[in-house]
Each structure stands twice: as C-alpha cells, then as structure tokens.
C-alpha cells in the first residue's frame, strides 16, 4: 500500500510538473491578448477631405441657402394667399433639414458603418427632389408676392438653392452611374473567371477521375 501511495504521489508530481511545463510553452497563454471591438459611434472623426470636396461645398452651400430661405419666409407675418408661403416654408425647412442630415452623414463617414443604404443613391433622390420643388416653389412664390422684401429675399435664395441642387444633381447622376458600371463590370468578370474555371475542370480528365 506504502508503494501504492508513492507511485501516487509519483504520477500527482509528475503531472503537475508536467502541466506547469506545457503551461509555461503554451503561446496562448502569455501573448494572446483580447480582442477589443469598437462598438456604437467610437472612432468617428470629421472628415476634411470631405467637406473640402466639390459634393461637401454643394451641401454646405445647399443648407446655407435653405436656411437663409427658410429664415425670410419665417418673417412674413401677413399673407393673402398664404399656400404658396406654407408651400415655400415646407420644402426650404425639408431640404435643410434632410441635406443636413447627409451633410453630418457622410462628413463624419457613418455611411461607411451603414453599409445596407445605397448611399449614392439617396444623395441623388434628395437632391434631385430639392431642385424640382425648390423650383416649382420659387416660381409660385415670386408670382404671388406682394413685393415685400423678405418674399423677394425668399425668392432669390429659393432660386439659388436650386441652381446649386441642379449642380449637385448632375456630379450625383455621374458618381451613381460610374459605380453602377463598376458594379456591373465586376460582376461580368467573375461570371467570366467562374465559367473559365468551370471549363478548365471540365476539359481535365484526372479531376473528373478524383470526383468520381
């Protein structure tokens, strides 16, 4: 039973002994760290490159005048008819408030984090939207003004705000077509690569012994 007792001892010693050996080499002991990932808005920057860009100074501009439009027709306390004010109001507030929200969007590169929306695509809604009803707006507004300064003011920044959104409509119809053919080409290449491979398998008699 004694000599029991020590080859119990024995084999306890030595496998502790051993298991503080393969402790002490393991790799993933010492130099495996944790992985720490970023979650919720850590990491956001503002993006100068952005901002200075042709697309950043349009939207800048963009939610300047709309807000400069939206101000002046906010002045108005009399109006007779008041539709085409309640109208102007309504599309200058919009746009200011839907190209700001881009604006903050893509400057701050969150877009990036939401990768579902086709980002391109909703610029250019939005901006093609903004230019027909702050058009139409500005029309009806100048037809019906009763020559008061701040319908005048509205009028010419409603103008404004739609030559610049006509701009940035057509640099949005460029960008979004480019990437929808480099979309399209990318997939024809791997279509092509995929049936290249497929007939070079065919066209292999060993490969077609080892799948049988």
Known sequence: ??????????????????????GASSPYQSTTEPVVQHHGLRG?????????????ILKVVEVVLALLAFICIETIMQCS??????????????ACVVTGALLLIFSLN????????NW????????????????IASIVLAAVNHKNGAEIAAAIFGFLATV????NTYIAVKKWSMNSRQQNSRQTSDYIR???????????PEIQRLDA
């Not at 956001?44 to 950043?56: A, P, V």
């Open 44 to 56: 956001i920057r503002c993006d100068l490159d952005y901002i200075r860009s042709h697309l950043g």
């Open 81 to 94: 008819p008041c539709e085409a004010l309640y109208f102007f109001e309504f599309v200058s507030c919009s």
């Open 164 to 167: 610049v959104y006509a701009v």
């Open 1 to 22: 039973m004694r000599g029991t007792s020590e080859d119990v001892d024995g084999f306890d010693g030595a496998a502790s002994s051993t298991s503080m050996i393969v």
């Open 194 to 204: 995929a049936r290249t491979e497929s007939r070079e398998a065919e066209g292999r």
């Open 120 to 135: 391109n695509l909703t610029d250019l809604i939005n901006t093609g939207l903004s230019t027909l009803f702050f058009f």
């Open 110 to 117: 969150l877009h990036m984090r939401m990768l579902q929306i």
